[in-house]
């Protein structure tokens, strides 16, 4: 809003709220249950003859339920004063932004399995038999 106080004073007062929300889920792709992450180790395979061991991952979207939202106020005052010379401005800007998000990853935890070495067989797997167990929890913070 701009006000003419007289033709060399002029005063100028600007007022803007921005607000932003974004939300992340998963898609219908994926079930609501999601997926967790499986780590199958020592799983054998015969490359050129000889065996060789790795692990095998599959699993975990590796995506949690996040979102984001934030709020910005900003109050703008400018007051134009002009002389046959010199033009001044002077005035103040106000700015409060209040933020609140809640981010998470890897919820779904990790299960670990073993192959037995000698017999090759994923049975543990088969009957979801983990030897390890992890989950990285988010840190929440609590607002007052």
Do not use: C
């Amino acid at each position: 809003m701009r006000s003419s106080i007289n033709s060399r004073l002029t005063n100028e007062l600007k007022v803007q709220h921005l607000y932003t929300y974004q939300s992340s889920e998963p898609g219908d792709q994926l079930p609501d249950a999601n997926i967790p992450r499986a780590i199958i180790e020592n799983v054998t395979s015969s490359v050129n003859g000889a065996d060789r061991r790795t692990n095998v991952q599959f699993g975990g979207h590796r995506f949690a339920q996040e979102w984001f939202r934030n709020n910005v106020f900003q109050v703008v005052n400018n007051l134009y004063y002009n002389t046959d010379n010199i033009k001044y401005t002077f005035g103040t800007d106000l700015m409060y932004t209040r933020g609140h998000s809640l981010y998470g990853s890897e919820v779904n935890g990790r299960f670990h399995y073993n192959v037995h070495p000698n017999q090759g067989r994923w049975t543990n797997y088969i009957e979801n038999k983990p030897y390890r167990f992890y989950r990285e929890v988010p840190w929440l913070m609590i607002q007052v």
